[in-house]
């Protein structure tokens, strides 16, 4: 499957922005889908997770209660809604997918990725 990911720029502290993932290739509803981030000088951290079927949705800690993930299989797109940015949000985000049979929202181990999109939040 590939994932074009997009929706970043620039956004004041405070503010919001939408990102999207779009899907091909492969049968969307048979991969959970995740967002990753990778700040400048530090490795790449786990964002948010989405089961296949969308029930089921993990969040790191610093973006509970900002941060929501969803999905239209029937569009093939994965998004992150994020509210109340910060400046430590500031980063090239990432799309992933990963098959699964399950309805897990898993946090690692996804297999497919996007370009990444950069998000800046000024202060």
């Known amino acids: 499957v590939q994932l074009q990911a997009s929706g970043g720029g620039l956004v004041q502290a405070g503010g919001s922005l939408r990102l999207s993932c779009a899907a091909s290739g492969g049968t969307f509803s048979s991969y959970a889908a995740g967002w990753f981030r990778q700040a400048p000088g530090k490795e790449r951290e786990f964002v948010a997770c989405?089961?296949?079927?969308?029930?089921?949705?993990n969040y790191e800690d610093s973006v509970k209660g900002r941060f929501t993930i969803s999905r239209n299989n029937a569009k093939s797109t994965v998004y992150l809604r994020m509210n109340s940015l910060k400046p430590e949000d500031t980063a090239v985000y990432y799309c992933?997918?990963?098959?699964?049979?399950?309805?897990?929202?898993?946090?690692?181990?996804?297999?497919?990725w996007g370009q990444g999109t950069q998000v800046t939040v000024s202060s």
């Open positions: 992933a997918a990963r098959w699964t049979v399950t309805g897990e929202a898993p946090v690692r181990d996804y297999d497919y």
């Open positions: 989405i089961s296949r079927g969308g029930m089921s949705t």
